[in-house]
């Protein structure tokens, strides 16, 4: 017996690491291609949640830095109903706290109301936002995206930005005058005069047909607020901000106020998210599964045209442990190959779209609705990395147990004799 | 030897090799069954969700195909709208492909309760007409649908109401503007409320009777919207030219649903790109254990292929003879994958319910049950994808196991 086959040795050591290498490549085509399987899935794997990854992020930045922020502070009830009257008192001394007690964060507050703009030609309804001019562009992107004239500048001016679609419905242009009809807080008829000043264009059809901006001081004189606003709108520079940011803001409200974060301000975003991921991840897991089909196979091949080998070897005293760890052993290498390989080609793949880009027909459409742009860009981070590749080496193993367990039972004499 | 075995004998001897070494065998069927049950099952999943998508987006606003004033589309006023389609309109409609058609009168408005206003669209409709394009009855949750082409009711959606903070019965304003940009606005009692299959939709839209509509705008005779509907929401061709026809002359537009909701169509679009995608990704996944399956049954028998041609046997029928194997154990897998998918399908034929995240599938435009719809193509495109591509695959081992040398392969061990 050779001074290699430690017999009582401990079931990891350098020898077995050897021994498992050097077997796995007894038939390198077999290796081969149940590496490439892995290899496939993996760089397939870190494509796709890349790509999913790099989109919800855009996805949700787009969403929130678009209007909604990453906190509001609302009267409770409002975000269901949007009534007027439910409206937070004395709102510009709450936000100087709010703006105090978040040094790092942009903080804007806003007040809402439904009312119908004509100009000489047409009327629609549309919804006017007063915004603080000095204020908003910290908390949303639409002030940078005026395509002519400017945003807003005196907070008490009779002045409008409104978008795209909607000036094109009203036949107006800049310097034009606008006449507002509504309801004021206080239920009675509210009406003005304003000029519009800018016109903005977001490329969401919805927002650029139907929301209007006003400086926050006018719009508190035409709907007779009385200093009351409806929201306060806090945007940070993350999504992990907004837990430690939420417990700063808590004990500042008052009763009959609420704190929302993003996930509450924008309900579709998350679960949208959520339906993606959960029907992606049906889908990797029958192709996960499939690789673990074929390094079943393969391993159990492996140790079966090994009985004899593995028969003799028990009988000089090696035990059947040593042997199913010696299996496990060259399938975790096996699948270290595929793990290597498949993370590096995936991230080749992940990087060079990241710098291009990606785009395939119908996404323009699809990303229209979902305030993307129309090219995606995957996400290269060890989590987008690692997430599928990990899992896949954990079902390769998973997939070698019964191979390996049926060493376990192996009877050194039938083995010796076997074909 | 002949040399040329008969195709039975060439079938038995692959048979029976496929058996030699069964757990191989069965765990590569299991492998094919699964992939083929992943191909139909989640395709069917997919396939419902868009089809739901499509027909609740046409059954927002029926009309597969929709005639307009050319400039209604960037200008929804009033003042883009045509005269009533007139009696050859209605003749030309008089066809088997047509199954309903309507005229509408539909307007930017606002509609104010006493405590809330609200912007949206305000149909002018002809309550029969609209359920013959395809309005469901079934949709009014309270009160009534509406009865007369001068029914001085509305039917406005559930979400909205809650809106407005109002109830049945109850009466709202609605202001919007007449061809001389004079506002002009009108009290109506609700008597129907409506729901959506997409809350989006009760937000969205009004309905009154249409010779109401045009009294209040001073538009007697307007429309702004002719919408026929025809049997099949996929196949409008022939319904799009009956319609440019009928309204031959006129200084209208005609468009599909496909050209008025750009997404929808999209998404049909890139469904069948995704199908076929998700199959061949599913049968590469398969493809590597295959090939390792023939390469491993072909080298055990390395002796044996190289004896059968020491006695004459043609490297041809060596071929074939492995390439049976392939089929036999491709089709069988297929057997059990399609029985799987249709067994799997079976008990969520009456949808899948999604409602814990509904507002999600609302951003995608898809409504909160999901109906799989399992078609014959997809069955077949997925079997077929497996089938040539699994032989194409087989022909690397087999043509390998063709080209032994019989001496050579004798001598191995």
Known sequence: MSEGLQIHGPLFSLLSLRLAWRNLWRHSRRTWLTAGAMIFSNVLLIFMISLQLGSYDMMINNTLRAFSGHIQVQAEGYKENQRMRRSIASILPLTERVRAALPGAAVSARAAAFALVSSEERSFGAQLIGVQPAREPGVSTLPGLISTGRYLEDPGAAEIVIGSVMARNLKVGLGDEITLLGSGRDGSFAAGVVTVVGIYRSGMADMDRSLAQLPFGYFQETFFMQGHGHAIVVALDGLEQVAPAMSTLRPLLRDGLVLLDWDALNPGLKQAIQADMSSAWLMYGVLILLVAFSVLNTQLMSVMERTREFGVVSALGVRPSRLAMLVLLETALMALIGLAIGLFLGWLVALYFNTAGLSYPGMEEAAARFNLPDRIYPSVSPLSMLLGPVVVFGFCLLAAIYPAARLLRLRPVEAMRAA | ?413
Not at chain 2, 146 to 164: A, F, N, P, Q, Y
Not at chain 2, 211 to 231: F, H, P
Not at chain 2, 374 to 388: F, G, P, Q, Y
Not at chain 2, 394 to 401: G, Q, T
């Open chain 2, 1 to 413: 030897m002949s040399g040329s075995l008969p195709v039975a004998a060439l079938s038995r001897l692959a048979w029976r090799n496929l058996w030699r070494n069964y757990r191989r065998t069965l765990i590569m069927l299991l492998a094919i069954a699964l992939g083929a049950w992943a191909m139909i099952f989640m395709t069917a999943l997919m396939r419902g969700m868009v089809d739901q998508m499509v027909e609740d987006g046409i059954r927002a606003l029926p009309g597969h195909v929709q005639v307009h004033h050319p400039l209604y589309r960037d200008d929804p006023s009033i003042e883009n709208s045509m005269s009533e389609p007139g009696a050859a309109f209605a003749a030309a409609m008089n066809s088997p492909a047509v199954t309903g058609w309507t005229a509408r009168l539909r307007v930017p408005a606002m509609i104010s309760s006493e405590r809330e206003n609200r912007g949206l669209m305000l149909l002018g409709v002809d309550p029969d007409g609209e359920v013959a394009v395809g309005f469901e009855k079934d949709s009014i949750v309270e009160g009534r649908w509406l009865e007369r082409i001068d029914d001085s009711g509305i039917v406005v959606g559930k979400k909205m109401l809650e809106r407005l903070e109002t109830r049945l019965g109850k009466r709202v304003v609605l202001m919007s503007q007449d061809p001389d940009n004079e506002i002009a606005d009108r009290g109506f009692r609700i008597v129907g409320v409506f729901e959506g299959t997409l809350a989006a939709q009760e937000e969205a839209h009004v309905y009154a009777g249409r010779t109401t509509v045009q009294r209040m705008l001073n538009a007697d005779g307007e429309v702004s919207e002719i919408a026929v509907a025809g049997r099949d929401y996929r196949d409008v061709g022939e319904l799009e030219a009956l319609v440019i026809e009928a309204t031959a002359g006129k200084d209208v537009t005609v468009r599909t649903w496909k050209q008025l909701d750009s997404y929808l169509d999209a998404m049909l679009g890139v469904m069948d790109g995704f199908v076929l995608v998700w199959m061949v990704v599913i049968f590469l996944a398969l493809s590597f254990g295959l090939v390792n399956t023939l390469m491993m049954a072909v080298f055990e028998r390395i002796r044996e292929i190289g004896l059968m041609q020491a006695l004459g046997m043609k490297p041809s029928a060596i071929l074939y003879q492995i390439l049976l194997e392939s089929l036999f154990l491709l089709a069988l897998g297929l057997l059990l994958g399609n029985v799987l998918a249709v067994a799997s399908v079976y008990p969520i034929r009456g949808g899948v319910d999604l409602s814990v995240v509904a507002e999600g599938m609302e951003m995608f435009g898809a409504s909160a049950m999901l109906y799989p719809a399992l078609k014959t193509d997809d069955m077949i495109l997925a079997n077929a994808v497996v089938i040539v591509l699994g032989i194409l695959t087989s022909l690397i081992p087999a043509w390998r196991a063709s080209r032994y040398r019989p001496v050579e392969a004798i001598a191995k061990t």
